[in-house]
């Protein structure tokens, strides 16, 4: 499977890559579907069946809102964050969804959407059926997908043959392990943000791929931006307050804090972190890095990078999410980034692990310290469960993205002070994480059924 850079980090909306970005594309997917089957003047109705921890954690994700956009013909990457409540609105006034000009859709929650919670489809756990209906309620179409984390999803029938819906293009220098990536580097004399360059001109220019990235960085600056300058309370009934416009504004009453405080770079660090992630919670746009869930490491990493280190640089950036995105790879290909199959050690950890390489890579660090960094942070992020209280990406996510983030950087600092030599490989941590997560008990994957989401009743 060739994946690309721009395939972990799209930009989309809050507040889940797997619970809203996934579930919407699969909903346009399959209005696509009714397109191609010439079912378009049949079809009078949709009805979507969500389980397992789209169902356990759906409403709090959004879940049911991303099906409505989908099935409106709306993708995560284009929609305006601003218009969805009209939208919303709109179809439950007129008890119908527009799908397209020609394709209207009766629609009554209660009768076109099933949370069916004690159900699981038996490929992965946030698993979706699309059912077409004639006005009679005859069955004219039925599809099932699978949102398997970051935004990524699978037709059931792909999964099963365990064929990923990607590009299977031949890239000029494959690896599908850290160590084989290692091999490239050191057979070309590439880094490994030029052996993805070279990959990624299979299928852009190096002004599209350096444009492209420019973009995923400047959303990731505008996101930021965004919830500094953001007051208020978040939405979905915890009535979480907003805690980076206030940290900025005291960070920027007090600039002589640095000179005082040695730790001042850290609140800088949570700041960027904790912006990002209530943006993300309010259902803004952000960046999958490479899920919804984490999306607030890699953007305050990065904003550290150009803030506190010397000679950062544009092409710094673009290293540092080239660097990013191969390790994302690895865990992608060979173990998850879904909360929902194995716990945020796949989310938190992912993007922590991504971060201090995609670091390291900016900061001129060899290969060998680059994978050290990586194996470091998500050694220390192993057996970390998804327990989001009330099904909210808000308590811990957000918090734990601001701590994630630390230590992202703290694994970098680790590695440049090595050699690059070190016990655990990070292939080695990348199968651990995935056995850990494979032991994992279900009600600590993202069903609000365990850990905090339960314990917190009870304090």
């Known amino acids: 499977m060739a994946v690309s850079v721009f395939d972990l980090f799209k930009i989309g909306i809050g507040p889940s890559s797997s619970h809203t970005v996934g579930p919407m594309r699969a909903a346009n997917l399959f209005i696509g579907q009714i397109v191609s089957h010439d079912l378009v003047e049949r079809t009078d109705s949709v009805f979507t069946e969500l389980y397992g921890s789209l169902s356990h954690t ?39 969804i527009q799908a397209n000009d020609e394709l209207a859709l009766k629609f009554i929650e209660k009768k076109h959407l099933k949370f069916h919670k004690r159900k699981t489809l038996p490929l992965h756990s946030n698993g979706m059926q699309f059912t077409a209906l004639d006005k009679d309620g005859n069955e004219l179409l039925r599809k099932a997908y699978y949102s398997v984390g970051g ?30 990536l290692l091999v490239q580097c050191k057979t070309h004399g590439k880094s490994t943000a030029e052996i993805m360059y070279a990959n990624e001109l299979t299928w852009r220019t190096r002004e599209e791929i350096d444009q492209e990235l420019d973009t995923i960085w400047q959303a990731m ?49 949570n700041m960027f972190a904790l912006a990002v992630s209530e943006e993300n919670a309010a259902g803004g746009r952000v960046v999958t890095a490479p899920t919804n869930g984490a999306a607030g490491i890699i953007p305050a990493v990065l904003h550290y990078y150009t803030h506190f280190v010397p000679n950062q640089n544009p092409q710094g950036i673009r290293n540092f999410l080239l660097t990013a995105a191969a390790v994302g790879i690895l865990y992608k290909t060979k173990a998850s980034i879904s909360g929902a199959e194995v716990g945020c050690q796949g989310e938190v950890g992912v993007a922590s692990s991504m971060a201090a390489a995609g670091l390291a890579s900016a900061c001129d660090l060899s290969d060998e310290e680059v994978q050290n960094a990586a194996e470091i942070a998500m050694e220390h992020n192993l057996g970390l469960t998804c327990d989001p209280i009330g099904g909210l990406v808000q308590i811990p996510c957000i918090e734990r993205n601001a701590m994630g983030a630390v230590k992202s950087i703290n694994a970098t600092r ?21 056995a850990t997560g494979d032991d994992m008990k279900e009600i600590y994957k993202e069903t609000s059924r365990g850990g905090l989401a339960v314990n917190i009743i009870e304090c």
């Open 58 to 96: 759906g409403r709090g994700h959004g879940t049911d809102k991303a099906i409505i956009l989908g099935l409106s013909g709306h993708l995560p990457d284009a929609i305006d964050p601003d218009v969805i409540p009209g939208i919303l609105q709109q179809v439950n006034d007129d008890k119908s």
């Open 151 to 180: 935004g990524f999803i699978m037709a059931h029938t792909h999964m099963a043959k365990q064929h990923i819906m990607e590009d299977d293009t031949d890239l000029p220098h494959p690896f599908t392990t850290g160590e084989e």
């Open 221 to 269: 600056a505008d996101c930021v931006k965004r919830g500094l300058n953001t007051d208020g309370v978040l939405p979905g009934g915890l009535k979480v307050a907003r805690r980076a416009p206030k940290l900025y504004q005291q960070l920027k009453d007090n600039p002589k804090a640095s000179l005082t405080d040695p730790l001042i770079i850290l609140d800088w660090v």
């Open 414 to 434: 680790m590695a440049d002070n090595n050699d690059g030599t070190h016990w655990v490989s990070l292939d080695k941590v990348i199968r651990t994480m995935k």
